[in-house]
């Protein structure tokens, strides 16, 4: 009898070990192992506003978020102008101007130029798809226009940011100092097509 039971306890306990089951697995908090996700800009319907990016909750501070005023905002310490360059200590800490630009041309290259195309004339393949769609309100901005070379560099941090008309918010997907690089390697693109100084238009503008 003895041995019965012995010989049963050994053959339960092969049973469990090493062995497969087709059986589902057995989850305790189901909700815990299914957890729904959403992408950034993605709508949902939890929220009122069907937002996924819920905004920051006001009177907190985000571990992550910028000390400086004028680097998270664009905008002076008093909060009544725009920073009219990008700040010297920012292009410092991140490695000087060479690297600074090189970050920015990266990474308008990721989220800008599909739609204001590579060379900022705003013909990315979203804006060229708006207007074969005939979308003309979808087209993007041509950096190269003379109203945006004279805006201040905070200005076009702060569009950055916050977005404007049909374009979304960056400030989830990209951080400070990218938004910043972005706005200088802008300043590089507009400076590569600039028109030629000419007799003329050098007498026109004084």
């Not at 497969?20 to 950034?40: A, C, F, K, L, T």
């Not at 905070?154 to 990218?178: E, K």
Request: charged share 20%; hydrophobic share 40%.
């Amino acid at each position: 009898m003895r041995a019965l039971v012995i010989t049963l306890v050994l053959a339960t306990l092969a049973g469990c070990v090493a062995t497969e089951s087709g059986e589902p697995p057995v989850v305790g908090i189901r909700n815990m192992y299914n957890q729904p996700r959403y992408d950034v800009q993605e709508r949902q319907p939890f929220f009122a506003d069907q937002r996924s990016m819920r905004p920051d909750v006001a009177g907190t501070v985000s571990r992550e978020m910028e000390k400086s005023i004028p680097l998270a905002t664009g905008r002076n310490a008093k909060g009544d102008a725009w920073l009219m360059d990008v700040p010297e200590a920012l292009i410092a800490r991140s490695g000087g101007r060479s690297a600074f630009l090189a970050r920015g041309q990266d990474r308008y290259n990721i989220y800008c130029a599909v739609c204001h195309s590579i060379s900022g004339d705003g013909k990315g393949m979203v804006s060229r798809r708006a207007a074969s769609l005939g979308a003309a309100g979808l087209v993007a901005t041509t950096f190269h226009d003379d109203r945006l070379r004279h805006i201040p560099d905070g200005q076009l941090y702060a569009t950055i940011t916050n977005g404007v008309r049909n374009m979304p918010s960056y400030a989830h997907n990209i951080p400070v100092d990218d938004r910043w690089a972005i706005v200088h390697y802008v300043r590089a693109l507009q400076l590569s097509q600039a028109p030629a100084a000419t007799p003329e238009n050098t007498e026109q503008s004084q």
